[in-house]
């Protein structure tokens, strides 16, 4: 042996093993399934317990954020429960851009529900959504498990934090959305990512892109199948709604930008809105990777990924909807969180072994930095609760007011789109009416059990967003009067004329609108012929300062605030009128 290698050797055996968390042999351990590392990590009680509550609180107090959810949603599934409920022509066999598939796994909770409630419609609907609520705690409490595993507690605890409170995540948790179902679906199969069970990862993103959102791949036939079927047994024929979504929305078939079009900075300003720094934070996740010691390459930036794939491809389609983002909310929590842990390493100096001021300083700027995001999304979320929830409230004071009589009427003008579904409308009220305020685009319309209910192709329905005649109180009256006219002409005895005074705004009982207050009365100003049964504030956006409407302040937001009311309304009988 000659004296080099003998130094070579004894050097190497006196010099202290490396363990910078981030070798093979860390990562063995980390992985490896022994009581001491199980105790080091997070075990799955803590979130789900957390996350189990905010989502029961999302599940109670949660708005309705887009009409979409009540119309395409909400009311398929009354319909398939009550066999009343509203159709939009996205369900008309003539189109069937919508899968029932997706409907019936819902209808597996909400069938129970509604045997076990009875007419206590409400309680169905509560069911449903704490029913997404845990789906959502599970999904996230994996993901959480799986990055404390992987990358440690720390890391762990910040993303636990930002699912918890940020309002996007709030939100869109417990949302009867193919959107939130896809981000149920995103974040278990990033979390089964890091956990290594890729099978099972790519057969969940398969499930979420066919039963939820079919806006990536298709090439998952065994669940596609499934979905065929569902829809043969509704629409009554052979047709593939993922198809037809997808030729609508992505491959020109169809002109979904007549339901509005937005600018390149929509989603950035609703990422702000609902993240607030940690969506500017989450952007920034490439330009840190590299002072992250390598720690987060390549699966954490595999997972993060698809936060630019997604924010780019729906950037480019001219129609846009905050809900079109909800499939990577969970993974602007991680990019996020993943960046202030990397803070320190920032100014980590790899030839020194003592930490620079400017670490320390980082490393203390970090509880600091997540607290503040934290408050602003508390804070955002605060004032859309308070803001915007009168419509849900409203209706659900209807089941205080049966003495309104059986066979009523309520009528819903301006206010059809945040009209929360049937599921809040009680017995003795028999139908439901929009009237003409102005609007100009395609209603829904009551499935017509007559023509087919599901099976349906009605002439009313199209797909350029066009009024319909027969969708509005007075166009039906109207056409119902040109009817009798025709057939008086022709002496037949009819009883039409019943049916002209019944589709008339003067046979409406109850009456939902909103008051801003404005120059021009509202449908409801007449005292002598209404009663106001509630009224609750109302946020107006449009005098509302954007700062104050957004994030709730202190003492500021009721100040500098515009409020209107929202009014349920009951007709006075007409001795008292």
């Known amino acids: 042996m000659s004296l080099s290698s003998a130094r070579q050797r004894r050097a190497t055996a006196a010099s202290p093993p490396t363990d910078d968390g981030y070798s093979k042999e860390a990562k063995d351990r980390r992985r490896r399934p022994s009581g001491e590392e199980e105790e080091e990590g997070i075990r799955w009680f803590l979130p ?10 999302s599940a109670s107090s949660n708005l309705i954020h887009d009409c979409d959810e009540v119309f395409n949603y909400w009311e398929p599934l009354h319909f398939l429960l009550y066999r009343s409920g509203f159709q939009t022509w996205e369900y008309s066999s003539n189109f069937a851009l919508r899968s029932y598939l997706y409907l019936f796994i819902h209808a597996l909770v909400a069938g129970p529900a509604s045997m076990i409630f009875g007419e206590h419609k409400v309680r169905v609907f509560y069911s449903v959504r704490i029913f997404l609520g845990l789906i959502s705690t599970i999904t996230e409490t994996v993901l959480v498990v799986a990055l404390s595993r992987k ?9 636990l934090a930002m699912l918890c409170l940020t309002s996007g995540c709030f939100f869109a948790s417990t949302s009867f959305l193919p959107s939130s179902f896809s981000m149920y679906a995103v974040t278990l199969s990033s979390a089964l990512f890091l956990l290594e069970n890729y099978a099972a990862a790519v057969s969940v993103a398969a499930a979420g892109v066919i039963l939820g959102w079919p806006f990536s791949i298709l090439v998952f036939l065994p669940v596609t199948v499934l979905s065929v079927i569902a829809d043969y047994y509704c629409y009554g024929k052979w047709t593939a709604s993922v198809f037809n979504l997808l030729k609508y929305n992505v491959f020109g078939g169809g002109e979904s930008h007549l339901y509005g079009t937005e600018g390149p900075s929509f989603y950035f300003k609703n990422g702000f809105n609902n993240f607030n720094f940690a969506f500017i934070l989450a952007l920034l996740f490439l330009g840190f990777v590299p002072f992250a010691r390598k720690k987060y390459v390549p699966d954490l930036l595999i997972v993060v990924s698809p936060v630019y794939i997604w924010l780019a491809f729906m950037s480019l389609q001219a129609h846009k909807e905050e809900r079109f983002l909800y499939p990577i909310y969970p993974l602007i929590c991680v990019a996020a969180a993943a960046v202030i842990d990397t803070f320190p390493d920032f100014f980590h100096d790899k030839y020194s072994s ?18 503040f995001i934290l408050c602003a999304s508390h804070s955002r979320t605060f004032s859309m609760l308070n803001g915007y929830g009168a419509p849900i409230q409203i209706y659900q004071h209807l089941e205080h007011h049966e003495d309104t009589g059986p066979g009523s009427v309520l009528c819903v003008g301006s206010e059809w789109h945040r009209y929360p579904s049937s599921f809040f409308i009680p017995s003795y009220i028999s139908e439901v009416w929009w009237i003409d305020d102005g609007f100009r685009g395609l209603l829904p319309f009551p499935f017509n059990e007559t023509l087919g209910g ?6 009313y329905f199209n797909d350029k967003n066009k009024a319909s005649d ?3 109180v007075f166009s039906l009256a109207f056409k119902l009067y040109s009817t009798y006219f025709l ?9 039409l004329h019943f049916w002209l005074q019944l589709k008339d705004i003067g046979a409406c009982s109850l009456l939902v609108e909103l008051d801003l207050r404005r120059p021009y009365p509202s449908r409801g100003s007449a005292l002598s012929t209404w009663e106001t049964l509630a009224a609750l504030p109302f946020l107006d956006r449009e005098l ?9 302040i202190p003492h500021r937001w009721q100040q500098n605030n515009v409020f209107g009311l929202y009014k349920l ?9």
């Open 48 to 57: 789900f317990l957390a996350l189990g509550l905010l989502r029961h609180m």
């Open 151 to 159: 990358y440690g507690k720390r890391l762990a605890c910040y993303v």
């Open 354 to 371: 003592e930490q620079s001021i400017f670490e320390k300083i980082a490393k203390g700027l970090r509880p600091l930095i997540l607290g």
């Open 454 to 459: 599901t099976t349906a192709a009605p002439s």
């Open 470 to 472: 027969e969708q509005y």
């Open 487 to 495: 057939l008086t002409i022709l002496r037949v005895t009819t009883s």
């Open 544 to 552: 509302s300062p954007a700062l104050y409407r957004s994030f709730f």
């Open 569 to 577: 309304l009951r007709r006075l009988p007409t001795d008292q009128a």
